[in-house]
């Protein structure tokens, strides 16, 4: 009861934020947090509300189709950037400061679409979990005046999820997803195949029945990352094998599992010593 006691003064707050808003624009991943976002927007500010969607090499294709399919389920106006490049060099470099590169590039477009459609206030879909860990991109979300609602409101991602399953929205539970650059260790550079190996890889174990997994992209070595739980399903031979070869057949010489578990940004790890290599 008192969970869903502060669930609901959660909500009725996050509800007075958006109706503060003359017009939105949200960026919108696909993930649950976004969507959560996006769905409550709809319901207060109507068609006074735009998603906007990045297209990017560096986001996995299979969240932007999904993002595309649940914007138009919504009937939400939706914009999606399209584009082949990776990025600007010193985000091809991948330094430390790898993301707040790629989401000061973000937005800088959705300001110019903003601006060119008339809408006063971009959101993302930030919660109070994610200031927990590395995340350079918020710095760029304040430089450019990007609001978060769900931290506004004090959402953390179990928040969103419970507030999410009340809604109905079928993504509930979704597992969260991060850009196809974080697989890459600090300091090496990104490509366009480096980028499509690991989506490749992901899209192997995902189709496999896996609800959650992490390729980490070490050249020739694939450090997979899947759930404790579903250590077992990678273990049964005819799974284990068909993942082996797959990825053997898309670049890896040598494919590995990391007993650890999939870890949330698990490579931030090696940050102390990619600052003492670059300092």
Known sequence: MEKTTMINKKR????????????????FSGGVDSTLLLHMACKILGNRVVAITADWPVHPRRETRQAISIARAMNVRHIVLHSEEIGADSFVLNPIERCYICKTHLFVQLKEHADRLGIGDIAHGANVDDFKEYRPGHKAADEFNIVAPLVSAGFTKADVRLLAKDQGLDLWHKPAMACLATRIPYGEPITREKLAMVESAENTIMDAGFTTCRVRHYGPVARIEVLPSEFDKMMVAAVRRHIVERLHDIGYQYVTMDLDGYVSGSMDRLLPQVEDREG
């Open 12 to 27: 009725e707050k996050l509800i007075d934020i958006i109706k503060s808003f003359e017009t939105l624009m949200i960026a």
